[in-house]
Nanobody, 113 residues
Framework: QVQLVESGGGLAQAGGSLRLSCAAS????????VSWYRQAPGKQRELVAG?????GKDYADSVKGRFIISRDNRKVYLQMNSLKSEDTAVYYC?????????WGQGTQVTVSS
């Protein structure tokens, strides 16, 4: 069974930065695409950014110009800059392994204003 594990969440001040990482129990390159989602209290889970094996990227309008998704042979990353209080949420790594959709357990990001 393939698992995804997020790390790097925590507390940041508005205007600050955090970097999230998503590691896989198998070769991360066998999981394609990989995306970051987030869910704030009382809100639906939303797509933040996604990246495919060829490096193609997609971002939610709310994070364009502030967040950067990237991947190497070990992990997928989400660099979050110019953080805002509305970025506070649990962030999840999601990927597709063949026909199976996989989710991580989530990591909390809290931005204080």
């Amino acid at each position: 069974q393939v698992q995804l594990v997020e790390s790097g969440g925590g507390l940041a001040q508005a205007g600050g930065s955090l970097r999230l990482s998503c590691a896989a129990s198998r070769n991360i390159n066998s999981i394609n695409p990989v995306s970051w989602y987030r869910q704030a209290p009382g809100k639906q889970r939303e797509l933040v950014a996604g990246i495919n094996i060829r490096g193609g990227k997609d971002y939610a309008d709310s994070v364009k110009g502030r967040f950067i998704i990237s991947r190497d042979n070990r992990k997928v990353y989400l660099q979050m800059n110019s953080l805002k209080s509305e970025d506070t949420a649990v962030y999840y790594c999601q990927g597709r392994y063949g026909t199976v959709e996989i989710w991580g357990q989530g990591t909390q990001v809290t931005v204080s204003s």
